[in-house]
């Protein structure tokens, strides 16, 4: 599975951001999806994950409320779609992919079989 991340950028506080990963070379029916941030001298954080095939999320406390992660089956794209922006948001953001073999939910970082690279989310005070 290939996955390509896009639409960061720079926003003021308050605003919002809709991120893009669009996944190919595979079927997404067992997987789940996820994304994830990392702030310069910091650990890459979980963010939200969804099933690919029922729509299940979950969200990490910190954006719960103001980040939402949805996918379109058809464009085979997961989309994180960020509001209420603040400048602690500042960070780079990666989507990910797990194939769906695990059985914890949502699956730990080093369960995720595929990376995109990154894009860059910068949120001006």
């Known amino acids: 599975v290939q996955l390509q991340a896009f639409g960061g950028g720079l926003v003021q506080a308050g605003g919002s951001l809709r991120l893009s990963c669009a996944a190919s070379g595979r079927t997404l029916s067992t997987y789940t999806m996820g994304w994830f941030r990392q702030a310069p001298g910091k650990e890459r954080e979980f963010l939200a994950a969804i099933r690919w095939s029922g729509g299940s999320t979950y969200y990490a406390d910190s954006v719960k409320g103001r980040f939402t992660i949805s996918r379109d089956k058809s464009k085979n794209t997961v989309y994180l779609q960020m509001n209420s922006l603040k400048p602690e948001d500042t960070a780079d953001y990666y989507c990910?992919?797990?194939?769906?073999?695990?059985?914890?939910?949502?699956?730990?970082?080093?369960?995720?079989?595929?990376w995109g690279q990154g894009t860059q989310v910068t949120v001006s005070s």
């Open positions: 990910a992919a797990e194939r769906g073999w695990g059985s914890r939910w949502p699956p730990r970082e080093e369960e995720y079989d595929y």
